[in-house]
């Protein structure tokens, strides 16, 4: 389900953001920046400060996931399931040696989001749909105007 063009998108991506909802389906939404994919069906989310998401994917598991690349400022939104795993799980050393690499040790967590990947639209900024002649060299050199760089 996660085609190279979505993974190659995470990649590229400084943040995510990881929106649950309680049971009495209050919304929460989160920036994440630890995460990274995890296989073809799944995305993994280090849980470094984040007690209203784990307590919002303990009640109802229900998630969305959404990344851009803030250049291209293009993206996916990812829905699924979201399953906690902590140091007792079997797959969690695993998982935390993916997430490891990405944090050099400098933000610890004892838990892992695990989301089961159900289904994924792309995200495109509304200048790809305003102007269907955009082109991403014009919209990153847009953005870097945007930004300052």
Do not use: H, R
Request: charged content about 25%; proline content about 5%.
């Amino acid at each position: 389900m996660l085609t190279a063009k979505v993974k190659e998108c995470i990649e590229k991506s400084v943040l995510c953001w990881l929106a649950t909802a309680s049971n009495e389906d209050i919304p929460n939404v989160s920036p994440k920046e630890i995460f990274n994919y995890y296989g073809e069906n799944y995305i993994i989310v280090a849980n470094i400060a984040s007690p209203q998401t784990l307590k919002n994917i303990k009640q109802n598991p229900n998630v969305c996931l959404s990344f851009i690349d803030i250049f291209v400022q293009k993206g996916y939104q990812i829905k699924g399931k979201g399953f906690i795993i902590d140091k007792k799980d079997e797959t969690f050393s695993i998982m935390e040696a993916v997430l490891l690499k990405m944090t050099e040790g400098k933000f610890p967590f004892s838990t892992i989001t695990k989301i089961k990947v159900e289904s994924i639209k792309p995200i495109l900024a509304p200048k790809y749909i305003l102007y269907p002649n955009t082109t991403e060299e014009q919209q990153i050199e847009s953005a870097k105007k945007t930004y300052g760089i």
